[in-house]
């Protein structure tokens, strides 16, 4: 189950409350009565409508269940009742007296929970059969609470996923399980689709780079836009040139003060910043931090790779790290929208980079741009002066050999264009 799930609290909540009233009823041999339950979230009290019907598109589809099903078994009428929450200083609810007992059980729940932090060592959120939900589906030991057919999909299809990625070395099998499959969902969701293309090839290197580029056959060698060094996908985010220190500059510079907004950890967003750079020096992570478990998610994610942080596999150990941080400042604020903002910043980290070596590579004249634009230039001429009848492009005579892949470039009209 997710934590901070308040539609799931709710659901329990009026579930106990009819299980109560059920074993009260069969006791004292109950035979009619008209019971009212009141409610601050709309969507829990569904249930409890004449009309309602559940379906496996529903969030947390076990409780919806066992609680319609558990309405149905006392010879009492129920009656629901939405208030508005948090009315202990608005006089916005008509139904004051019930919006006035609903904030005496939030603070009796508040005090519950302070009172479960503190002596238990995890609240985990436990996984078993609830009485009246009907079949349960499982995946190990986890109940999969709304098997919606987008969520059984994921279950079949995300495992033969995860597994090409390891086939092609991406990152180790041992770190297919720390990898937060979640937080990647989220954050995708939260790009525009172009963006998703763009992360899919960019971490299969299928994207064009120069090694990547020699293999389309689209130019003769390897080399960099911006240097004479061979480039692929890690090297567009190293680059050490002073443009593209200042765009990473920037970035980080944004990534820092959403980490400070977010009230992030300190050892964690040291981790996170101080390893980023370091990758990018090509210089080993730092894992020295007083917190162990911030010294644990630091190598949960070098075991992951930090190239793959800014491609969006974060380790799971982020957001429990994040959430206890907040739980110890009794913050509201709840680590799967942290990650969710923080996996956005690291792809705008990692676009900006490849917008910037994409300008440089287009939109900049270069003295190796300019020296293949002149032998192309001299191909054209000496193909024009041979006259149509000697050309083997022309006349079909293939003895004069294979073309280069720079001469086969001229048969592209739009190059010759854009080239001459």
């Known amino acids: 189950m997710e934590e901070g799930d308040s539609h799931r609290c709710e659901l329990a909540g009026l579930y106990a409350i009819v299980s109560t009233v059920n074993c009260m009823c069969r006791l004292h041999s109950v ?6 339950i009141a409610c601050d979230n709309a969507s829990a009290i569904k249930p409890t409508a004449v009309d309602f019907l559940p379906h496996p598109r529903q969030k947390n589809l076990d409780l919806m269940q066992a609680l319609w ?8 009428t129920w009656k629901s009742v939405h208030v508005y929450a948090h009315q202990d200083q608005k006089v916005k609810d008509s139904h004051r007296r019930l ?7 939030d603070v009796l729940a508040k005090q519950h929970w302070a009172f479960l932090f503190k002596h238990l060592p995890s609240l985990a959120s436990p996984h078993f059969p609830i009485y009246n939900e009907g079949w349960t ?79 389309w056959k689209c130019q003769d060698d390897d080399k960099c836009p ?73 190598q949960s994610q070098s075991l992951i790779g930090w190239k793959n942080l800014l491609e969006g596999l974060l380790s799971k150990q982020w957001r429990q790290v994040q959430q206890r941080h907040y739980n110890s400042l009794w913050c509201k604020k709840s680590a799967k929208r942290w990650i969710k903002g923080m996996f956005v910043h690291l792809h705008t980290l990692a676009w900006n ?27 054209i001429c000496k193909l024009y002066q041979s006259g149509p009848q000697i050309s083997p492009l022309l006349s079909g005579n293939t003895s004069a050999g294979p073309l280069s892949p720079s001469s086969r470039t001229l048969m592209d009209t739009r190059d010759i264009g854009s080239r001459t």
């Open 31 to 36: 035979t009619n009565g008209f019971i009212t």
């Open 69 to 76: 099903r558990s309405l149905q078994e006392p010879p009492v």
């Open 99 to 105: 919006a006035s007992l609903n904030c005496q059980m």
């Open 137 to 215: 589906l499982w995946r190990g030991l986890s109940k999969i609470a709304s098997p919606s057919r987008p969520t059984l999909y994921g279950l079949i299809m995300d495992p033969v996923s995860q597994m090409w990625w390891v086939r092609h070395k991406c990152f180790p099998l041992e770190a297919k399980e720390t990898i937060d499959w979640g937080a990647c969902l989220e954050g995708m969701l939260a790009l525009k689709p172009s963006r998703w293309h763009w992360i899919i090839k960019h971490a299969s290197a299928n994207c064009g780079v120069g090694a990547r580029l020699v293999k």
């Open 226 to 298: 911006r240097c004479n060094a061979s480039e692929d996908t890690a090297h567009v985010l190293r680059w050490q040139a002073k443009g593209a220190i200042e765009v990473w500059s920037e970035s980080m510079a944004k990534l820092t003060t959403h980490l400070l907004e977010s009230r992030t950890h300190p050892d964690l967003q040291r981790a996170l910043l101080e390893n980023l750079s370091w990758w990018r020096r090509g210089l080993l992570p730092c894992d020295i931090f007083q917190e162990v478990e911030v010294k644990q998610a630091t």
């Open 353 to 379: 980079q490849w917008d910037h070596r994409n300008d440089i590579k287009h939109c900049v004249r270069r003295t190796g741009q300019e020296r293949m634009n002149h032998k192309l230039n001299q191909e």
